[in-house]
């Protein structure tokens, strides 16, 4: 039957009508066809698209030489400068895998990673110096080679690799010829997620999925030719959400930004005339808040996308009053960062204020480029009306769905059950088809924009010996989204343990962000069957 | 090797995040997300996305009805009118290919590539009922199954099918279980091109290059979600250049027209605000020339695409003047329409208008998702320098090139020859990169948009008994861009031949749009191995 279809005779794939899908190729167009368009810009530092695309040309072939290649890790520790960009093409370049690390991280967490994905070569911002050299001290599988990357507009760190970045990458050849994986599916990238139970997972993304999640913020985010964008989202998530392969393929400007400071920010807005950026509410919360003076000059629209914990109202209504044009996403580190957006709906312009906030605050529907993103009942698959009240588990199908987890075959068996990626977060769907999440997977704290695992957090708690039971959940903050808060309970006959005694506990085995801010003794909620309700908690938490 | 890569292992496709890239996942998306957003205008009809959506599932369930399925070719004799429209997703929705006719063939051409696609299902508006009753009779493979399309605002024709839409697509079921092909690399769509040597080519495209080339098509034109397009280009054009495709993929309005009148042209793009339309030059030409009365009343930009024929300088210059936006784009119906576009540099905004012409009107760079574009010396495929003097052959590679020619395996290995696409087309690069071409592929004449093989012509006046030989080559012409002209030698005992007898015996064989109209007798410049110099004649033609 199918050999009688005249279609799929002498009609192959051959190398001029059939190149595998990767972000790469946004690089190299974009270096011929835009050379002198500035691509990154950091402080007083330039470069144009042609510059980037021999300085990542030099980058890999340097990291060549020292025989990086297909199947191997490269990671970063860095902060949103320049070197971080040009990791996200350099590295691939070699058939490498990008591996960005939370430099937020402690050295436990770090060395688990690094041990996890055997990494070959590390980049190491000079600030990270001293962590770095804890965490390797922990390594148990091999020492990765170290470069350092030294920042002109960083005071401190130290040197304590064996290559300098400018120098390492000095030694390449900017005329190296570097090949796009002979396979779309390949890897491109390893993000370590702290998921709700145990170590944490490597989520593995490849070349296709890469490139049609760029694309798809394209759309997502209405981006034009050129656009400028502002760094203020972590590179080290899900590799910025894969803008900075979109920002390669519109031949926009990457403006760094190497921590978050409000007052930078605004600076930069103004300076460059950034027109996008994408963040945490807390970053957009800090925009909103800064006074006038400081967005002052600031003419122009600015378009944010945000992702982040709870449903952030009060944020789109105050940016609404300043004129920055928010637009809410959603996504995992499993669907390459966003994969839903609340797409704007033209007659919503004509709405009031607050009307067009509530249903601007919501998750909204599948990307472009994402094949489908429901609301199912975890059990029968079915999904939920659209009713705007019942609660079902949002689940994704498609091309923006990451490769699995690497080494993990029953997690990745796991998320992929029944063929779909289980988001685990729960959401209803309002008559319009809006997603809205009501409830976060039970167990992460967003706080930041960082995720947080409150599993970890109830270990650490449950090595003082004083502690029987814990449980972890998140407790609203105007600043950081969600914090932590610790439910403990003690064993009947130990002594007397302080909140100050059980937080100077925790400090000794946690990052400081991932701190509990609050500590309540006493008796857990539990079912009958003894296990712990959450939802009470939580609840009992915002009562008082 | 590969075995040790840790990135292969355990991380395989899986039906939650692998999907085959199709464009019709851009029609369901759209019908869920903008469901009530207008679709399709047509002159007092209207559609929204979800009625778009299940008439198109309507429609192809009656086509499996009718027991159409993959590797089944579908044609359509149709103006762009919503049936037309709507097959472009009804068709491949039941697995088979969307073979669409030009209108403007005869019957001996329309017959030829009925009988070579082996068309099963036929959609004739009633304008052609007799052009299609003569080819039909003409037919030896297989008589397809007509299905008749009454547009109510064309008056006269006649129904001659055994189906009238309407009713056929009301005998579907709008729950059809559609399915996405198996694999993306399944062909959409099957056009015949117009050749310069023999009979027509099948140029067989793929889901994924339609997918991507309309995604490519919203970068290159910068169309914004909910964009008004007006189909002033012939939707049987390589498929309307893909803009079915990326209209549904950015939810925009298509507005339809039955036929090329400036008048309704300028008409609806006051009444729906329509900011995008494509087309030939003559269409921009028209728009430019129409009296500024007109015009009257349309206040906002206009965008357009412009390709075709020379490199239209003064149809820029008159755009420029009446503040429409012209982009200048270049492919074939192999790389699935504009696969070059001249992609604008910001800083040619501060140029004069004349200095702005002459950089917009080139052909340009490769699109944003065409993976090379390249002008090579044609022997040894090396690129010609960057010097505005040297000719090449324009080649092609990536996704945006056909599956290759149906039944026609010897064209499709010379068209793929050396892992490149081969254009034809001669022309040249300048110091910027971007490309020019110089001279057309040497015997394609450009009228109106549609393209000439001037051997058809040649060998239509070759069978005058008088005739020994015969060279037709394009003429400029202010209203066609190019028309044919022939240079004839007559044998030298043959009776003499008036240019109103050649013209009569052409009119026979030829549709009327390729009849010559300007006639040359005398002897012809050769070579000195006897090739006629078809250069020589062009530039005789222009001297006259």
């Given amino acids: 039957m199918e050999m009688s279809n005249p279609y799929n005779q002498d009609l192959d794939k051959n190398p001029a009508n059939y190149v595998p899908l990767s972000p790469l190729s946004f690089l190299?167009?974009?270096?011929v066809t835009h050379p002198h368009l500035t691509s990154v810009i950091y402080n007083e530092q330039r470069f144009t698209w042609e510059q980037t695309y021999l300085r990542c040309k030099q980058f890999a072939s340097a990291l060549h030489q020292l025989g990086v290649g297909e199947g191997d890790t490269v990671s970063t520790m860095l902060p949103n400068i320049p070197a971080m960009y040009e990791a996200h093409f350099a590295i691939p370049m070699t058939g490498a895998v990008l591996n960005t690390l939370n430099t937020r991280l402690n050295a436990q967490s770090l060395a688990f990673m690094l041990d996890h994905c055997d990494c070959k070569v590390l980049l190491v911002d000079t600030e990270f110096a001293d962590l770095i050299e804890q965490t390797v001290a922990l390594l148990q599988v091999a020492t990765p080679v170290i470069i350092d990357v030294e920042d002109?507009?960083?005071a401190g760190g130290r040197l304590i690799g064996q290559y300098e970045y400018e120098t390492f990458i000095a030694s390449g050849d900017d005329q190296f010829h570097w090949q796009l994986p002979n396979d779309e599916w390949n890897a491109i990238a390893l993000s370590y997620t702290s998921g709700t139970?145990?170590?944490?997972?490597?989520?593995?993304?490849?070349?296709?999925?890469a490139y049609l999640a760029a694309m798809s913020n394209v759309l997502a985010a209405q981006m034009p030719a050129h656009a400028v964008y502002l760094w203020t989202l972590p590179l080290f998530h899900c590799n910025g959400w894969c803008f900075p392969w979109a920002l390669a393929l519109i031949a926009g400007t990457n403006v760094c930004l190497r921590r978050v400071d409000v007052n930078v920010?605004?600076?930069?807005?103004?300076?460059?005339?950034v027109t996008y950026y994408c963040g945490a509410p807390i970053v957009h919360s800090m925009i909103a808040d800064a006074p006038d003076s400081l967005r002052e000059g600031i003419n122009h629209t600015v378009h944010g996308l945000i992702a982040g914990a709870p449903p952030p109202t009060s944020v789109f209504t105050r940016m609404e009053h300043i004129g920055f044009n928010l637009t809410h996403v959603y996504g995992l580190t499993e669907t390459y960062g966003p994969a839903v957006g609340c797409a704007k709906q033209p007659e919503w312009a004509d709405l009031s204020v607050a009307e067009r906030v509530a249903r601007n605050s919501r998750q909204g529907v599948r990307y472009h480029l994402q094949q489908d993103v429901a609301v199912l009942h975890p059990k029968t698959l079915q999904p939920v009306p659209w009713d705007g009240s019942t609660l079902g588990e949002i689940m994704f199908r498609g091309n923006l769905v990451m490769k699995g987890y690497l080494k993990n075959p029953s997690a990745t068996a796991a998320a992929f059950k029944n063929g779909w990626f289980h988001s685990g977060d729960l959401a209803v769907v309002d008559p319009d088809g809006y997603m809205r999440i009501r409830d976060r997977a039970k167990d992460v704290i967003i706080s930041g924009g960082e995720n947080i695992a409150s599993l970890e957090i109830e270990e650490a708690i449950l090595l003082h010996p004083a502690v029987s039971s814990v449980a972890v959940v998140a407790m609203k903050d105007d600043k950081w989204g969600e914090v932590p808060a610790a439910f403990v309970e003690l064993r009947p006959q130990a002594p007397a343990v302080s909140t100050e005694e059980l937080h100077q506990h925790c400090a000794q085995h946690l990052a400081r962000y991932k701190l509990p801010k609050k500590y309540i003794f006493g008796e857990l909620a539990r079912t009958s069957t003894g296990k712990v309700q959450k939802f009470v908690l939580r609840e009992q938490l915002h009562e008082k």
Same sequence: chains 1, 2.
């Fill in 28 to 31: 190299e167009r974009t270096a």
């Fill in 152 to 154: 002109s507009y960083h």
């Fill in 197 to 209: 139970t145990g170590n944490p997972k490597g989520v593995v993304t490849h070349h296709r999925g």
């Fill in 265 to 273: 920010i605004l600076e930069q807005i103004r300076l460059h005339r």
